[in-house]
């Protein structure tokens, strides 16, 4: 209804915001606000200067990841009636091969030899039931999603006879080879069922049901038989672009450890795991722990892991305070700050992201004037405090990431470009589909192996 001379017109958005009723509750609400020139001075003094190497120590190949997702109804008479369609592509650029990619005048990415090189372009799908579609004679949409998820995730991608490149067989990696569900995901009875590499599935004794390994990621919890199930196919879907990078660097790991020291692995989000499968976070926290403890026995700098967020409310926080900003400088996250500037939370949780975040975020503002959310992996092994020290102190000490954040900041200024905001080029060509899209499994190991890499 038309209020204050005003009419209900197409600005939908700024009537309703205007709404007193909306005001006077907004009011009553904390939420993030553009900081006032006093606030964003001050916050713009706690920020340093960006380390930056004379000569940066750049990756000689670069691992990124983009994923993206549909969940749509099959049919446009059957609303209801919900497919969820996951697909992961993967990008390898080669360092030495990089600047041929870029036109030295524009410094943009030249489409036609990225399109020469979209040839072998494989991305990693994965199809799941939604609402309203039992898979396989499943009794519920549920207990379909379950069986479609292990049948996938168990396949194996490595696309050749060569390698193996199977997600249950990280997931078991990840877990010291032994995954323990609580409770029968079908029927919901009290029983404990143990999951080894020789056995995958166990039927509920008191439902009939199977049981699978991947259960214990609890993905199908948010899947009813009618609701819209999109929410559901989003973790999967960031479940297993996570599981996939883990995959790669197992694989690499365990063919050549030096060769990681070498490369750097990017994710398009940030280093965590939400909702149903959280607990996953903490068994990749520990697994990068232990690459890197490798690492540093054979004398190498710690494995670069980058997540770059682009959206959310780091970003919103960012984009705010970039005016405050001198270019070059750079904050890391500490709860104390995000607390204070970002959660605008009163009381806040002991560490944040304790059950969700595997990784450090940084502000980073480039000499280009450019901003960033980066983040890199904790280099503990878990987040239990160490010698009396809160892992909210433990986690915001630079000290403890070694080269990871030189290193980082270094990557960024070389593929950041013009053309992208708050993108970086490997992201950005992993999202186009364009460039050296792979199969993942054996080339990428067989490439490395070519390299050389670790004789270097
Ligand atoms: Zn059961």
């Known amino acids: 209804m038309p209020y204050n001379g005003q ?14 009723d909306v005001q006077a509750f ?119 999603f379950r069986h479609a998820v292990y049948s996938q995730l168990g396949e194996d991608r490595a696309g050749g006879d060569k390698y193996q490149f199977i997600l249950t067989d990280t997931l078991f990696a990840l877990s010291n080879n032994k995954v323990v569900v609580n409770r029968c995901p079908s029927c919901n009875s009290e029983h404990e069922f143990v ?59 365990e063919a050549d450890v030096r060769a990681l020291s070498k490369m750097a692995f990017v994710i398009d989000g940030p280093l965590a795991i939400f909702g149903q499968p959280a607990k996953l976070h903490a068994r990749i926290m520990a697994f990068l722990f232990t690459v890197n403890l490798k690492l540093a026995e054979l004398k190498k700098e ?3 892991v980058l997540g770059l967020q682009k959206t959310g409310e780091v970003m919103d ?25 970002i959660k605008g939370s009163d009381a806040p949780a002991a560490n944040f992201g304790n059950e969700t975040y595997f990784g450090q975020d940084f502000l980073f503002k480039t000499e280009r004037g450019r901003i960033f959310n980066f983040a890199i992996p904790y280099m503990h092994p878990n987040k239990k405090n160490e010698n009396g020290a809160n892992f909210a102190q ?28 708050s993108s970086i080029v490997p992201v950005a060509l992993a999202h186009r589909h364009a460039s050296i899209s792979i199969t993942p499994g054996g080339k990428v190991l067989d490439i490395i192996t070519k390299a050389g890499l670790s004789r270097t």
């Open 7 to 20: 009419t209900a017109g197409k600005g939908g958005h700024s009537d309703f915001v205007r709404n007193p």
């Open 26 to 144: 907004l009011h009553d609400c904390d939420y993030m606000r553009p900081p006032s020139d006093a606030e964003g001075k001050a916050m713009a003094a706690s920020f340093s200067k960006a380390p930056a190497d004379v000569s940066p120590r750049l990756p000689e190949y670069v691992l990124a990841s983009d994923a993206s997702k549909r969940d749509e109804p099959i049919n446009e008479k059957l609303p209801s009636t919900q497919i969820g369609f996951i697909k992961v592509s993967h990008v390898l650029i080669q360092m030495n091969k990089y600047a041929e990619l870029i036109d030295p005048i524009t410094r943009f990415v030249d489409p036609f030899k990225v399109a020469e090189l979209h040839r072998n372009a494989s991305p990693i799908t994965y199809t799941l039931p939604g609402s309203n579609i039992r898979y396989k004679g499943a009794k519920s949409v549920k207990d379909g």
């Open 195 to 253: 999951f080894v590499p020789k056995t995958q599935t166990l039927p509920c004794k008191v439902c009939d049901a199977i049981i699978y390994m991947t259960d214990w990621l609890r993905l199908h919890e948010g899947i009813s038989d009618f609701g819209d199930n999109t929410v559901a196919i989003t973790r999967m879907m960031s479940c297993i672009e996570h599981l996939l990078l883990m995959a790669f660097i197992r694989q690499v790991f």
């Open 302 to 304: 710690p494995l670069l």
């Open 317 to 341: 926080h960012a984009n705010m305070m970039s005016r405050f900003l001198p270019s070059g400088v750079l904050r890391i996250l500490d709860d104390d700050y995000r607390n204070k500037y």
């Open 394 to 421: 433990l986690k915001a000490d630079p000290k403890a990431y070694g080269s990871l954040i030189v290193r980082a900041c270094d990557f960024i200024r070389h593929f950041e470009l013009d053309l992208y905001d």
